[in-house]
């Protein structure tokens, strides 16, 4: 691949979205449905087959030459003694390639279910030209080969996060969603923008491979290196719905379901996965950072994972499985098993958005319908949506043979033999936990949703969804059982292309916390790993489906707590809201009651009237007696004359 | 050639005629006397101007003279005119009462 290729590939790819949702954006309200359907999804098409070619490249390419950065124009040059420059910089290599497979291809897919999803809607246009815009910002960020263009990229998909969830606008919920999004996403903003800086007066440069080969620059595991690591991974967490930034996830789904599907499952929230990823140079200096993210990771996926196990909104449990499998991304790459965890992103988004993707069918099915204790029986009444909602269950379960097994195993594999110590070995076992709850609360909802009988009488009467809706969700179901065959196989010296493809990426340093499994270790780990899900799932099977004991029952006989705990999501909203919103709102009516009025406006309002007073006494002087002028003209004038004759003199 | 000594006494009477014209000017109240008043003052300057030409041994003293009687001239016509229009509508011929301008 030379250079001239590669710029043309990734102007290309870039410039289809873009170009698309400048289209949808402005001709879209004048050419009305069809035309924004076809811009709408053609662009991303047109966006993927690019895609295609940067893959073929980069796997084309002569060994240890399939990573190029391209520099389309020079951007920001400070020269001087900075010499400080920016450039519009772009890399291609392995990982960059993955995320543009997996965001333009899952994003056609989405695009094309958006078409019958939104076939009602009158805000069409808009929404297509949000969600090409999107796919832009993505793939800006992933495709950047420069700090300050990945950051753009960053702040880019908050923004179009930030007008999808609120795409509703007329619904307070969705709005209220929309900021706080918004607004926990720039906490992440403001910590990598400050990695940024540190990391520019330490290398001089923003440029990622500049600053990958200046290393030198941190001693290893010191506290500069360990901060800046930290500081990128608060950005990771706040865009990856990771603790103690996870909360605006779940309220993201008030946005219509193919934004959940696309920005909420398969693409946005896994950008914070892929940081860590493509920072891996730094991070493999810095382990008490990767110790850190790792156990935040775990911690999140545990947590999610009991909280989706009592929600009872549809799309919120699969909010919440999403970012339990987060969690566990963030886990692998935390102990440095990057291609693992870039693998469980690549098969996560694949049944994910099939999950988000069948419930908006079962949704629109339902008239809008949400609650999963009013569903229930829809398998013989929508048989293709349950099907592939079927197979992204199990692929989410990590049922054998199933994507999520091989990606889910892999992964849990590298966390037996990860960084000193006990710690390890209680991360994984908390991961086998993980694996059983994903199988638990997966087909709590597949049960719940789909088997016994339809607890209304809309229940009864639904139809299923059209083909737009449908075609994606049945191509992503099967992609969901088989796509991970050729790929990669869970164990030492076995089917390894996926992460053969991935190596030359993450070879130039290791983490000091990664050491590869033995096999006969990374047997033990897949047959316990394989065993809990199964038992995960037979769990919910007879709680959900055989009702042997009833759940209500097993409910009953538990502590209070956990229930509680579980339902109201940790509480995590009411902390905030006391620790955090409430303050600061009480500042800002203290500000309100004393500050503006005393402080502020006893000056500001001081000086207008002062002037007031004067040009009301001022007016006076204006009485429209000419006498008065002409005896004021005169005055003045003899003054004048009194002044120049006996004084200036 | 005038006696060089009377100089300051026509300097006075210029004063005089200005300080005359100008307490007409602040005092009196019909438009017409006003008119007076200032034509007086004029002329006061006019005195000066003439004076001081014949003492500098200038002529421009004289042409600026020439020069006020011409602009007095012009503006006697405006004023004169707008005090007939001031007539014509009815109103009395009283400048304190001419303040509408005030609003």
């Not at chain 1, 702040?155 to 706080?180: C, E, M, N």
């Not at chain 1, 309220?251 to 493509?278: K, N, Q, W």
């Not at chain 1, 076992?429 to 609360?441: D, E, F, H, I, K």
Request: with cysteine; proline share 4%.
């Amino acid at each position: 691949m030379n250079v001239s290729t590669a710029s043309t590939l990734v102007l290309l790819v870039l410039a289809f979205p873009l170009i698309g949702s400048a289209l949808n954006g402005f001709l879209g309200p004048v050419f009305g449905r069809r035309f924004v359907n076809l811009a709408g999804t053609i662009s991303i098409f047109a966006s993927f087959v690019v895609a295609c070619l940067v893959l073929a490249n980069v796997v084309g390419a002569p060994a240890g030459q399939g990573a190029i950065t391209v520099r389309l124009w020079d951007w920001i040059n400070l020269g001087g003694g900075t010499n400080l420059s920016v450039g519009m910089d772009f890399t291609l290599d392995a990982l960059s390639a993955l995320m543009l497979m997996v965001i333009t291809g899952v994003g056609f897919l989405i695009h094309v279910y958006s078409v019958g999803y939104m076939e009602h809607d009158t805000g069409f246009a808009r929404f297509f030209s949000y969600m090409n815009f999107f796919i832009f910002s993505m793939l800006m960020l992933v495709l950047a080969a420069d700090l300050l263009i990945l950051i753009i990229g960053w702040a880019l998909v908050a923004l179009s996060s930030y007008l999808l969830i609120g795409f509703w606008h007329d619904r307070p919920t969705a709005v209220a969603a929309a900021r706080k999004a918004f607004i926990t996403q720039v906490i992440g903003d403001v910590a990598l923008v400050i990695a940024a800086f540190l990391i520019v007066l330490n290398t001089h440069t923003l440029s990622l491979p500049n600053i990958f080969a200046r290393t030198q620059a941190f001693p290893a595991g010191g506290a500069l290196i360990t901060g800046i690591c930290a500081l990128l991974a608060i950005g990771a967490f706040a865009k990856s719905a990771q603790f103690p930034l996870h909360t605006w996830l779940p309220d993201a789904m008030e946005g219509p379901t193919p934004v959940s599907a696309l920005i909420h499952a398969a693409t946005m929230v896994t950008a914070g996965v892929y940081l860590i990823a493509r920072f891996h140079v730094l991070f493999n200096l810095a382990p008490v950072a990767e110790g850190m993210v790792a156990c935040v990771g775990m911690g999140t996926a545990v947590m999610a994972g009991i909280i989706a196990l009592s929600q009872i909104d549809i799309k919120r449990v699969i909010a919440y499985s999403t970012m339990s499998q987060i969690g566990l991304m963030i886990y692998a790459v935390g102990i440095g098993a990057y291609s693992a965890g870039m693998f469980h992103f690549a098969m996560h988004a694949v049944f994910k958005a099939l999950l988000f993707m069948a419930a908006g069918n079962v949704i629109h099915a339902l008239h809008d319908e949400q609650d999963i204790r009013l569903m229930g029986g829809l398998h013989a009444r929508m048989r293709w949506t349950h099907v592939a909602f079927g197979a992204g269950s199990l692929a989410l379960g990590g049922f054998f043979l199933f994507s999520g097994w091989f990606s889910k195993e892999d992964l849990l594999g590298f966390g037996t033999v990860s960084g000193p110590g006990a710690a390890p070995w209680i991360l994984y076992a908390v991961g086998v936990g993980v694996n059983v709850l994903t199988g638990l609360y997966a087909f709590r909802l597949y049960f719940t949703v789909f088997q016994g009988e339809p607890q209304t009488a809309r229940g009864f009467g639904v139809k299923e969804a059209g083909y737009p809706m449908l075609i994606p969700v049945v191509i992503l179901g099967a992609l969901s059982v088989i796509v991970a065959w050729p790929l990669q196989f869970p164990l030492p010296n076995t089917l390894h292309v996926f992460s053969d493809f991935l190596s030359p990426v993450f070879a130039g340093s290791q983490s000091p916390l990664l050491h590869d499994p033995s096999f006969g270790l990374a047997l033990v780990a897949l047959i316990i790993g394989t065993a809990a899900s199964l038992i995960g799932i037979g769990l919910a099977m007879r709680l959900w489906y055989e009702h042997r004991p009833d759940p209500q029952v097993v409910l009953a006989s538990l502590p209070r707590v956990i229930p509680l705990l579980s339902y109201n999501k940790f509480y995590f909203d009411e902390i905030y809201d006391r620790a955090l919103v409430q303050p600061v709102k009480a500042v800002a009516r203290t500000a309100r009651r004393v500050v503006e009025p005393d402080v502020m406006d006893s000056w500001v309002q001081g000086i207008g009237e002062l002037l007031r007073g004067f040009s009301l006494d001022l007016r006076l002087v204006q009485t429209g007696l000419i006498r008065d002028y002409a005896s004021i003209f005169t005055v003045f004038a003899v003054v004048l004359v009194v002044v120049w004759v006996f004084i200036a003199r | 050639m005038l006696n060089p000594n009377l100089f300051p006494y026509l300097l006075g009477l210029s004063a005089f005629l200005f300080t005359v014209g100008a307490m007409g000017v602040l005092i009196r109240r019909n438009p017409i006397v006003v008119f007076m008043c200032i034509e007086l003052m004029l002329n006061a300057g006019n005195v000066a101007l003439v004076a001081y030409g014949r003492f500098l041994n200038s002529e421009e003293g004289q042409i600026f003279a020439f020069m006020v009687i011409v602009v007095a001239a012009a503006e006697v016509v405006v004023g004169l005119a707008l005090i007939t229009q001031i007539f014509r509508l009815g109103r009395e011929l009283d400048v304190d009462d001419l303040s509408e301008m005030k609003e």
